[in-house]
């Protein structure tokens, strides 16, 4: 079985500071690669920023610095933010590093071969802001200023010669590829969004500018740089050091397990990405799953709306998991979702503080009192006892399933049912009443610490290190985390040591509380 696993972040334009709709995307992201690893692959975790075109060039001189100091500056708070936000990123990729522009020109070079490129002359609209071109019917005029229908963004004429990519040429094989693979465009309902536009008909698409110099030179012609779109999207093998086959990465990890973005780039990367590697003949990620956006009031947060939220505020207030346990559980996977102080304290008041923290703290505190800080080891599991530990043990193929299948909101239901239920089982069993029966006493304890380990270990991708926290309990280390375990009844070792643990989650106090 190939347990190799790729997942990419889309990479982000440093044409200002990062907001929480990248740390959403980049959360998520992390999520899957923490699980993938405890659940035994090998996983390469890619993110990184997309520095060439004209959106950065002109916001480098609207700042009168060169675009590649520009960039510097703001790339590296992107890469900040990933430490912050604690990413298991593998690596992070610039388009402007010369790895990635190497592998860019050879994929041109592959391009030109195979003649799937030709030269000729671009008439129609641009958007700079989406570095994307528009036909007529996708533009509407407001108040005499032409934009794009979808994104809002206004447009610019553009006249010059330009390369062509024949995309009209993979219409078909496209839409082959799609029906043979159902799953590569996801969630369904983007999906039947793509293949409409494909249907539709597809144009030939301008892949080189030449009004302007912030990019990659088309080899043999240094007056055309590649279209930022192209560029961009090898950052993906690139990254791999494709077309360099020495060090095994790009065949080890390609094609990509999946590619992460948001709902807005995913005809770049369902349409455009796939007919220029299999114009290329390269194989295609096996999948693509366009994400909602996270809102500000109705709207998408973008910096050209001035609407933004900063993760980094959010964090100092609330502390990173809070906001990563909130993005991961509170945003219906796929669809649209927004912040909002109100439900992040619920979070964390009902689910982290009472029900996952008080847990902890309260079966380590009565282990600690009442069998001698040890794990116990006189056990006799009733039906009680096993009917919670099996929900792990029956769910684990299941659980798998839902993350292959990006159903987060399950995966995260789950534990929070557990959590309830152990809670319950805990109260209803009465452990403190049952001094005169050791064994039982001991069964209740074991059975629920035993809890404790599994959800932590579960939590882990989503809230890695309060889960860490609650896993000094048990002295387990991140590298004892091991997904298949959580089937495992007997996992704690009798007679070990208990530790006792620090309040993991403080409680709000809440304005009307
Ligand atoms: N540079 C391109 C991507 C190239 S990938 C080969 C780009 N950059 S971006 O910085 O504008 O956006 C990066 C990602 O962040 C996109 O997936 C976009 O959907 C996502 N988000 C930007 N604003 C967002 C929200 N408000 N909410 C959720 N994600 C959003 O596009």
Redesign the pocket.
């Known amino acids: 079985m190939d347990k190799n696993f790729y997942i990419t972040t889309?990479?982000?334009?440093p044409s200002a500071k990062p907001?929480?709709?990248?740390a959403?995307?980049s959360i998520i992201a992390d999520f899957f690669a923490r699980f993938k690893k405890i659940d035994g692959y090998d996983v390469f975790f890619l993110t990184g920023t997309?520095e060439h075109g004209l959106k950065i060039q002109r916001a480098a001189e609207k700042k009168g610095v060169e675009p590649l100091e520009f960039c510097d500056e703001i790339s590296q708070t992107f890469k900040d933010l990933s430490k912050v936000l604690n990413l298991t990123n593998t690596d992070f990729i610039r388009t402007t590093e010369k790895r990635h522009k190497i592998s860019v020109q050879n994929l041109w070079d592959q391009l030109k071969k195979n003649e799937d490129i030709y030269l000729s002359k671009y008439s129609g609209w641009y958007s700079i802001s989406d570095e994307a071109f528009y036909s007529e019917d996708e533009i509407e005029e407001i108040e005499g200023n032409k934009r794009s229908i979808s994104s809002k963004s206004s447009v610019e004429w553009v006249d010059e010669e330009s390369f062509f990519f024949k995309l009209s040429k993979w219409e078909k094989p496209l839409l082959n590829f799609y029906d043979e693979n159902p799953n590569f465009i996801l969630p369904e309902s983007r999906k039947n969004e793509v293949i409409s536009f494909v249907k539709n008909g597809l144009k030939d698409l301008s892949v080189s500018r030449k009004s302007f110099s912030w990019g990659i030179k088309v080899p043999g012609n240094e007056d055309h740089v590649i279209y930022v779109?192209l560029d961009?999207?090898t950052?993906?093998i690139s990254a791999l050091n494709y077309p360099d086959k020495k060090d095994n990465l790009f065949k080890k990890f390609w094609p990509a397990s999946i590619h992460l973005?948001?709902?807005?780039?995913l005809r770049?990367?369902a349409v455009y990405w796939p007919a220029f590697l299999m114009a290329a003949k390269i194989p295609l990620p096996k999948k693509v799953y366009g994400?909602?956006?996270?809102?500000s009031g109705e709207e998408?947060?973008?910096k050209s709306k001035g609407n933004i939220l900063d993760p980094l505020e959010i964090i100092k207030i609330y502390g990173l998991d809070p906001l990563r346990y909130y993005l991961i559980k509170e945003v219906s996977f796929g669809n649209d979702g927004n912040i909002s102080k109100e439900r992040l304290e619920d979070c964390i008041n009902s689910d982290l503080a009472n029900n996952y923290g008080n847990l902890c703290q309260r079966v380590t505190t009565f282990a600690i009192k009442n069998c001698n800080g040890k794990i116990p080891n006189e056990i006799d599991f009733s039906e009680v006892d096993l009917k919670l530990l099996n929900k792990f043990k029956s769910n684990l193929e299941n659980l798998r399933y839902k993350i292959d299948n990006q159903d987060i909101n399950y995966y995260i239901n789950f534990i929070v049912e557990c959590l309830f239920e152990t809670n319950k089982y805990f109260n209803d069993q009465e452990p403190w009443k049952k001094k005169d029966q050791k064994i039982r006493l001991n069964t209740i304890v074991y059975t629920t610490l035993e809890v404790v380990r599994k959800i932590s270990f579960m939590l882990f991708p989503i809230i890695p290190h309060s889960a860490l926290k609650a896993l000094k309990i048990f002295n387990i280390n991140e590298e004892e985390i091991i997904f298949s375990t959580i089937e495992n009844h007997e996992y704690l070792k009798r007679g070990s040591s208990i530790n006792s643990i620090d309040i993991l989650f403080k409680k709000i106090e809440k304005e009307n509380d």
Not at 10 to 13: E, L
Not at 19 to 22: E, I, K, P, R, S
Not at 261 to 265: A, E, T
Request: hydrophobic content about 40%; proline content about 3%; glycine content about 10%.
């Open positions: 889309p990479i982000y334009y907001h929480m709709g990248h959403y995307s997309d779109w961009a999207l950052n993906y973005i948001g709902k807005d780039i770049f990367h994400h909602g956006w996270i809102l998408k947060m973008s």
